[in-house]
């Protein structure tokens, strides 16, 4: 099991960024994929989750009205796109084949950092 986030990057605050997940070693088709984030200084807190048909089943407070996730399960990769990021949103993104929090097997993650 393995993950690859990308597309992370540096952005002012009010603008959009969306950044991938793509699993290699396995099919990501009949499993939920989670979206966590850690913010310096922070425990992970997990953003969203989208289950194997597409739909959203957890979405964080924080979070609400602003990220949404996609998938395509050809690509065998996962998405979160975010809109009117905030500097609350800065944290190292990761993805999972799970919504649980006791994941183990976490990438690299992409940097997302909200600045003006």
């Known amino acids: 099991v393995q993950f690859v986030e990308s597309g992370g990057g540096l952005v002012q605050p009010g603008g959009s960024l969306r950044i991938s997940c793509e699993a290699s070693?396995?099919?990501?088709?009949?499993?939920?994929v989670g979206w966590f984030r850690r913010a310096p200084g922070k425990e992970r807190e997990r953003v969203l989750c989208?289950?194997?048909?597409?739909?959203?089943?957890y979405t964080a407070d924080s979070v609400k009205g602003r990220f949404t996730a996609s998938r395509d399960n050809a690509r065998n990769t996962a998405y979160l796109q975010m809109n009117n990021l905030k500097p609350e949103d800065t944290a190292l993104y990761y993805c999972?084949?799970?919504?649980?929090?006791?994941?183990?097997?976490w990438g690299q993650g992409t940097q997302v950092t909200v600045s003006s």
């Open positions: 989208i289950s194997p048909s597409a739909t959203l089943t």
């Open positions: 999972a084949s799970t919504c649980r929090e006791d994941f183990s097997s």
């Open positions: 070693g396995f099919s990501l088709d009949p499993y939920t």
